[in-house]
Protein backbone atom coordinates (compact mmCIF):
# COMPACT_ATOMS: atom_id res chain seq x y z
CA UNK A 1 0.00 0.00 0.00
CA UNK A 2 1.30 3.20 -1.04
CA UNK A 3 2.45 6.20 1.78
CA UNK A 4 1.24 9.95 0.28
CA UNK A 5 2.45 12.98 1.49
CA UNK A 6 0.72 16.28 2.82
CA UNK A 7 1.50 19.58 2.27
CA UNK A 8 -0.37 23.37 2.63
CA UNK A 9 -0.08 25.06 -0.66
CA UNK A 10 0.76 28.23 0.80
CA UNK A 11 0.34 31.49 -0.93
CA UNK A 12 -2.68 30.11 -3.21
CA UNK A 13 -5.23 32.77 -3.33
CA UNK A 14 -7.45 30.28 -5.30
CA UNK A 15 -7.73 26.51 -6.57
CA UNK A 16 -7.45 28.15 -10.60
CA UNK A 17 -4.22 29.92 -8.76
CA UNK A 18 -3.07 26.28 -7.53
CA UNK A 19 -3.64 24.85 -10.77
CA UNK A 20 -2.09 27.27 -12.46
CA UNK A 21 1.42 26.63 -10.82
CA UNK A 22 1.44 23.59 -13.02
CA UNK A 23 0.61 24.66 -16.07
CA UNK A 24 3.77 25.46 -17.81
CA UNK A 25 6.47 22.85 -16.01
CA UNK A 26 7.25 20.70 -18.03
CA UNK A 27 7.37 17.12 -17.30
CA UNK A 28 7.91 17.03 -13.92
CA UNK A 29 7.67 19.86 -10.64
CA UNK A 30 10.65 20.11 -7.90
CA UNK A 31 9.87 21.11 -4.16
CA UNK A 32 12.43 21.90 -2.18
CA UNK A 33 12.73 20.77 1.19
CA UNK A 34 15.25 20.39 4.26
CA UNK A 35 15.33 16.71 4.74
CA UNK A 36 14.56 13.62 2.95
CA UNK A 37 11.47 11.45 4.37
CA UNK A 38 12.88 8.99 6.36
CA UNK A 39 9.81 7.18 4.62
CA UNK A 40 11.19 7.39 1.42
CA UNK A 41 11.52 3.92 0.53
CA UNK A 42 7.74 3.28 1.37
CA UNK A 43 6.44 6.42 -0.39
CA UNK A 44 8.28 4.65 -3.90
CA UNK A 45 7.63 1.15 -2.51
CA UNK A 46 5.09 0.54 -5.14
CA UNK A 47 6.95 2.56 -7.86
CA UNK A 48 7.57 6.06 -9.17
CA UNK A 49 3.88 7.51 -9.08
CA UNK A 50 1.84 4.63 -6.74
CA UNK A 51 1.87 7.56 -4.33
CA UNK A 52 1.07 11.19 -4.20
CA UNK A 53 1.80 14.87 -1.98
CA UNK A 54 -2.00 15.82 -1.34
CA UNK A 55 -2.60 19.45 -1.56
CA UNK A 56 -4.43 21.30 1.24
CA UNK A 57 -6.22 24.27 0.40
CA UNK A 58 -8.09 25.99 3.05
CA UNK A 59 -8.24 23.29 6.02
CA UNK A 60 -9.06 20.71 3.40
CA UNK A 61 -7.21 18.01 1.28
CA UNK A 62 -8.72 19.17 -2.64
CA UNK A 63 -5.71 17.71 -4.99
CA UNK A 64 -2.84 15.45 -5.56
CA UNK A 65 0.42 15.17 -7.49
CA UNK A 66 1.96 11.90 -8.31
CA UNK A 67 5.24 12.13 -6.39
CA UNK A 68 7.78 10.58 -9.22
CA UNK A 69 11.10 10.53 -6.98
CA UNK A 70 13.21 12.26 -4.55
CA UNK A 71 16.45 14.05 -5.88
CA UNK A 72 19.48 15.82 -3.80
CA UNK A 73 19.47 19.29 -4.11
CA UNK A 74 22.06 22.07 -3.43
CA UNK A 75 22.98 22.70 0.61
CA UNK A 76 22.16 19.30 1.83
CA UNK A 77 18.23 19.81 0.75
CA UNK A 78 15.73 17.65 -1.18
CA UNK A 79 14.29 17.96 -4.19
CA UNK A 80 10.61 15.92 -3.81
CA UNK A 81 9.73 15.28 -7.69
CA UNK A 82 6.35 15.78 -8.35
CA UNK A 83 4.18 15.09 -11.77
CA UNK A 84 3.06 18.67 -12.96
CA UNK A 85 -0.21 17.72 -12.73
CA UNK A 86 -3.47 18.15 -9.71
CA UNK A 87 -5.77 15.56 -9.79
CA UNK A 88 -8.67 17.15 -8.09
CA UNK A 89 -9.91 14.69 -5.03
CA UNK A 90 -13.05 14.86 -2.90
CA UNK A 91 -12.77 17.61 -0.32
CA UNK A 92 -11.99 16.18 3.15
CA UNK A 93 -11.05 18.15 5.98
CA UNK A 94 -7.01 18.42 7.60
CA UNK A 95 -5.37 20.41 9.71
CA UNK A 96 -2.49 23.14 8.39
CA UNK A 97 0.58 22.01 8.67
CA UNK A 98 4.55 23.09 8.24
CA UNK A 99 5.80 21.32 5.92
CA UNK A 100 5.22 18.13 4.86
CA UNK A 101 3.59 14.76 6.46
CA UNK A 102 2.76 11.68 5.98
CA UNK A 103 -0.67 10.29 5.27
CA UNK A 104 -1.82 6.06 4.73
CA UNK A 105 -3.57 5.17 1.75
CA UNK A 106 -6.31 4.45 3.63
CA UNK A 107 -6.93 7.87 4.75
CA UNK A 108 -6.36 9.13 1.41
CA UNK A 109 -9.67 10.76 -0.73
CA UNK A 110 -11.17 9.29 -3.52
CA UNK A 111 -10.38 10.85 -6.95
CA UNK A 112 -12.52 13.21 -8.30
CA UNK A 113 -13.61 12.47 -11.78
CA UNK A 114 -17.13 11.43 -14.05
CA UNK A 115 -20.10 11.53 -12.48
CA UNK A 116 -18.52 11.72 -9.03
CA UNK A 117 -20.13 13.96 -6.41
CA UNK A 118 -17.36 15.78 -5.08
CA UNK A 119 -19.18 18.27 -3.31
CA UNK A 120 -17.87 21.76 -2.46
CA UNK A 121 -14.72 22.69 -0.22
CA UNK A 122 -15.78 24.25 2.84
CA UNK A 123 -15.18 27.76 3.80
CA UNK A 124 -11.50 28.12 5.03
CA UNK A 125 -13.30 29.97 8.72
CA UNK A 126 -15.72 26.84 8.90
CA UNK A 127 -13.45 23.91 8.05
CA UNK A 128 -11.03 25.60 11.08
CA UNK A 129 -13.77 26.03 13.32
CA UNK A 130 -15.03 22.34 12.71
CA UNK A 131 -10.98 21.26 13.04
CA UNK A 132 -10.68 23.30 16.52
CA UNK A 133 -13.65 21.59 17.51
CA UNK A 134 -12.23 18.08 16.92
CA UNK A 135 -14.70 17.43 14.90
CA UNK A 136 -12.86 16.46 11.53
Known amino acids: MPLHLTKVAYGAQSLEELHGWFAERGDEARLTT ?38 EAEGGRTHIVIAPRLI ?10 QGWRYMEAKDAPQDLGGDADGGEVLPGKLASELARLGLV
Not at 42 to 59: N, Q, R, T
Not at 88 to 97: F, M, T
Open 34 to 71: RYLPKRHAEILDDGPGSSSLFWIYKHQLVARSPILRFE
Open 88 to 97: SVLPIPRRAH
